[in-house]
């Protein structure tokens, strides 16, 4: 999905290489084109057959988050310099959220910062999309266990990634 830029360039050095072919064996090109177009066929009924394979299950996510929720004392923290895109679209309102002032957590105050947000908040929920470029060394996570917050089993979110839960003691 992510080199879907590359497709039609490849598809125009197929084709010429098809060409170039059918100079020496049209019966050879015959037989490359077709079994071009039979994979291309097959990966396509294999791409609309399974839907994981067609986009990140964000809305049927947010819902999960919201049903767990189940209170007005949650937060939704992302490690992100602002609530990511889909996010906005399915939930604009429907959770309190907070997310870092820059781009990258760079330093363990970044993070209590970040953390501080959620200051009084029964339930956050850790998304870990793109974490590993924003907070590499999960400053976040770990502050969130050194504000005193439980780790609960997380939310597995298919392509999204895990959702990160936690609560308070009492």
């Given at each position: ?10 598809f125009i050095?197929?084709?010429f290489?098809i060409e170039?072919l059918s ?6 090109a015959?037989?490359?084109a077709?079994a071009f177009?039979?994979?291309?066929l097959a990966t396509?009924l294999?791409?609309y057959?399974?839907?994981s394979?067609q986009r990140?299950p964000?809305?049927a ?8 929720c ?9 490690a ?7 996010w906005?679209w399915?939930?604009s ?8 002032d820059s781009i990258?957590?760079?330093d363990?105050?970044?993070a209590r910062l970040m ?5 009084g908040?029964h ?6 999309y ?10 976040i996570?770990?502050?969130?266990e050194l ?6 089993p997380p ?16």
């Amino acid at each position: 999905k992510r080199v879907l830029l590359c497709l039609p360039a490849f598809f125009i050095m197929l084709a010429f290489g098809i060409e170039q072919l059918s100079t020496f064996s049209k019966k050879l090109a015959l037989l490359a084109a077709s079994a071009f177009v039979v994979s291309n066929l097959a990966t396509s009924l294999a791409y609309y057959r399974t839907p994981s394979f067609q986009r990140e299950p964000w809305k049927a996510t947010i819902l999960q988050i919201k049903e767990d929720c189940n209170s007005s004392s949650c937060i939704v923290l992302f490690a992100f310099d602002a609530p990511f895109a889909p996010w906005k679209w399915y939930a604009s309102s429907l959770l309190p959220i907070a997310h870092l002032d820059s781009i990258q957590v760079t330093d363990r105050e970044e993070a209590r910062l970040m953390v501080s947000k959620a200051s009084g908040m029964h339930k956050v929920y850790l998304f870990d999309y793109l974490q590993d470029i924003t907070d590499p060394q999960r400053l976040i996570l770990s502050e969130l266990e050194l504000q005193g917050y439980i780790q609960l089993p997380p939310i597995d979110a298919g392509s999204v990634g895990f959702v990160r839960r936690f609560t308070t003691a009492d």
